[in-house]
Structures are given as C-alpha cells and as structure tokens.
C-alpha cells in the first residue's frame, strides 16, 4: 500500500520505516528540511536501537523515503498517517492541536478523495471528529474517512514495540476505512495480535487510559517503597508477590525516581484536563501526577541524607540522565529535578550517560559531564544512579570504591542486590528496601 507519514519525528519515524518494512512503500514528510536532509543522509534525529538500521534498509530497498512536499506525497497515498507532535500548551495544560489541526488542512488540500486519513498522534477525546470537519471544510464534496490508531510504543524498545504489539487499537466506524486498516497491519497479523475496532472517541481514550493506568501503576509501587522502608519490607518481593497475580500483573511494579518522559506527565496533565472540563474529575490520576512531582524532588533529599545531611562543596556523581535507558530524551526526566535540586544546595555535580551527552550540553550547561563512568566517579562523596543503563549494572565496584572520595551510592533504580555491595565495602541506598 502507498503511505504517507505526516511528521518524521519519534512516532511518525519509527512508524513509517515498520511500515515500509512489512512491504508498503512510505514516504515521511516533514515541514523541517535540515531533518529531511539529515535522514536522506541517513542520519537519525533520535537515538533509538535499530532505527538507522531499519531505516537504511528500507531506503535502499525503495520502500522508504523522505520529503518536504506533502502536496506531491498526499497525492496518490492511500492512507495518510498524521504523526506531529503534541506538546502540554502553555499556561493550561491542554494538549496543543495546533499542528494537528495545520496537517488535516493541508492534507486534506492535496489528498485523493478515497485516502483515509490516520490519526497516530496523542490526541484528546473528539480529536478526530474536528479533523473531519477540517479536511471536509478544506476539500467541500469529498468526506474524507477519519481513522483513530493510537501507538504504544516505548522509547528504547519502539521497534520491536511497533512490530510484536499487545494489541492495535482502530478507531472508525466505517467499513472501507476499517479495511484498508486492516490491511495496512495484515503483515502483523500472523502473530495474531488482537485488533480492537472501535469507535473513534473511544480508541482516543484508550491511548490515554492506558497511559494514565501505567502511570498510576508505578506511583502505586513508588509509594509501597516509601512504605517498605518504613516497616522494614522489601518492596522488590511485593512486587514480584503481587506481579505473579495475572489481575495485576508484573510490568510497570519497578520502583524508582518517579516516571518521566514526553509521555506520562505530559498526557496524564491533559486527561485530567479533559476530565474536569468533562465535569467528571479524575481524582485518583490527580493525585498520581502531584505524587510523582513531590517524589523527583525528594529524591535530592535522599541523596544529601546519603552524604551526611549536607552537600555544600562537595562532588556528586551522577550515572544516567534520560528519563529511561536506551534513549537520549532528557524530557522531564528525573535527573532534571535531581541535579537542579542538589546544585542549589551546594553541591558540584559530575554525570554521565551513555547517550543523553549531546542533549545534556545543551539543558545542564552548569554541570560537569565526564566521558564515562570511572572519570565521572572520581574524587566523589557519592554515586548516584539514576536510568538503569545496562553498562551501571555491571560495574567494577572495587575500581569505583577506590576512585571516590567515600564509598557511597544512592541507586535509585534497585540495580544492585544490597548485601553484594555492603561487601564491598560501601554504604548503600536503594528504593524501598
Ligand atoms: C510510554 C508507554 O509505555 C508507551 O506504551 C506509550 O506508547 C508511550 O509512553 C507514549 O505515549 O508515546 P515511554 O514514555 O517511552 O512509553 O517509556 P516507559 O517505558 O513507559 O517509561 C516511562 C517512565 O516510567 C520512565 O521514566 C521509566 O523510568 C518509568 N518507569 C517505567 C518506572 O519508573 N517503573 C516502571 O516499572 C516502568
């Protein structure tokens, strides 16, 4: 089949090159020539394992390509796939629509009137009914089909995500639009993945229930640790006591420094909008995201507890600065918090990750950033590790013991197994345990 990916961005990337390789050729425009350039080249805007692979591939094997010129890639697509972004607007928290909106417009101009149109972008409830509106506006006489097809791909596992679903989710009541769905996702279908066909607002909701049950999920577990540490428990074999019940299941019960990222807090904060504007508050997802933010900032508090109730001048060593590992996306990830946090106490701060550098330039320009882990350890009071990176999870702890200042580390991911690192020799401090 013929698509087009409208924003070649995290979703519209990822998505558009699994497309072209299960056989459909795609093209993904975006308004942005310097990275329609750099992808011609080959040259990836994100980190994310596999990509440039699969993207080269597909290139060479004339599946996949990129454009500027939407009029030319609209033209004979049949499905048109809507990926931009949609970031928290300003001041009230909404989802901004706005290049949603500027994309059904202008799809709609140059679209084959039989095209459908896709909406693959996190959109608020009734999203699609106004980008129906739009493109029958833009293009009186022709009434464009209008399709809701949440993702549920993870950063640092998005290809595999994309292309061993747990389920997809297909928004439209009519039939035609349904079955050019269908088969733009046949190639999936040998793995039998459920196809959930719904209606429209429905499929909308479901991206954002999902995300906000995800959410509440690990703030749940968050708070059982806080717990744990006060009644002496180990909230690891909760976890894994509760995880084994198939109701409730093992994923998303690791404990940690809060969630963040460009999706929970940003799609959590617009639900809970909708919600109240809708008169039927979501009280419990409330209290999840003021939970999450009071619990990044007190993870700073743990830290200087760790150094001895002051870090006024001294090095702090910080491993991992994205928000989850396999990803350079520093948005609204923990460290953020943590190192704005310890700086205005005193503190100097050292870090180090193995992809996030380039970004962390850019956001931290007050803070040191080793090449690795050993020279970011050096001469510190305290190790803190923040993302789970495989390469922390196997460090040569006698190397770091005599590089820092005092043999401490703070691990907020529950990387290590306590009674292996108070052999060594250091003072340790993890999550709910
Ligand atoms: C999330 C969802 O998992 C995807 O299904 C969804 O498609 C995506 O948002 C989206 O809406 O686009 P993502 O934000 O990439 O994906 O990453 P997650 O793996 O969900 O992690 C989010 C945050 O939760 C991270 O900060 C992570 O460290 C934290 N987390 C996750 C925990 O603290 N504990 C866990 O058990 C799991």
Redesign the pocket.
Known sequence: MKITMVGAGY?GLVSGACFADFGHRVTCVDHDPLRISALERGEMPIYEPGLDLLVAKNVKEGRLRFSTDLAEAARDAEAIFIAVGTPSRRGDGHADLSFVYAAAKEIAAFAHPEAIIVTKS?VPVGTGDEVERIARAARPGVEFAVVSNP??????AAIG?FKRPDRIVIGTLDQRARDVMYEIYRPLTLNEPPIVFTDRRSSEMI?YA??AF?ALK?TF?NEIADLCEKINADVQQIARGIGLDNRIGS??????P???????PK?TQALVKTAQDAGAPLRIIETVMSVNDARKMKMTERVIQACGGSVQNKKIAILGLA??PNTDDLREA?ALEIINGLSSAGARIFAYDPQAMPSAKKLLPNIELADDAYSCVRGAEVLVIVTEWDEFRALDLDRIKKLMQQPVIVDLRNIYRPKEIFDQGFKYFSIGR
């Open positions: 979703v996190t993702e549920f791909l993870r950063e640092g995500d991206k999902a995300n995800l690990i577990i994923k998303f019960l690791h404990p940690g809060g969630f963040g990222g460009s999706c929970f799609d928000f989850k923990p």
